[in-house]
């Protein structure tokens, strides 16, 4: 079992900046691939961005590419989004999720994850 709590949301405006983290509980997050997916309102969730287990592999949607960075610090059982040029368009809510992968490599689908955060609140403004 796998409690994941996003944090470092809020509200910015379009050019600026934001780092969310998302804190795991259990010894296993090693285990893990991570991925942050985003869902706006009346939109479908949308895959963002994910990293593999070792943090040697990373995959970003095409809309974020060069904007925004996954890493990740097993020791400190954390995963990072750094959000750069921001733009309202990026409004949403953003999940981090966990997929049981030992393999080093990542997964964009979100039916491949395990266990999900409740989320973390992005607002873009113009």
């Known amino acids: 079992q796998v409690q994941l709590v996003e944090s470092g949301g809020g509200l910015v405006q379009a050019g600026g900046s934001l780092r969310l983290s998302c804190a795991a509980s259990?010894?296993?997050?090693?285990?893990?691939?991570m991925g942050w997916f985003r869902q706006a309102p009346g939109k479908e969730r949308e895959f963002v961005a994910a990293?593999?287990?070792?943090?040697?592999?990373?995959y970003y949607t095409n809309s974020v590419k060069g904007r925004f960075t996954i890493s990740r610090d097993n020791a400190k059982n954390t995963v990072y989004l750094q959000m750069n040029s921001l733009k309202p368009e990026d409004t949403a809510v953003y999940y981090c999720?966990?997929?049981?992968?030992?393999?080093?490599?990542?997964?964009?689908?979100?039916?491949?994850?395990?266990?999900w955060g409740r989320g973390t609140q992005v607002t873009v403004s113009s």
């Open positions: 259990g010894r296993t997050f090693s285990s893990y691939a």
């Open positions: 990293i593999s287990w070792s943090g040697s592999n990373t």
């Open positions: 999720a966990a997929d049981y992968l030992t393999s080093d490599y990542v997964r964009v689908g979100y039916y491949n994850y395990d266990y």
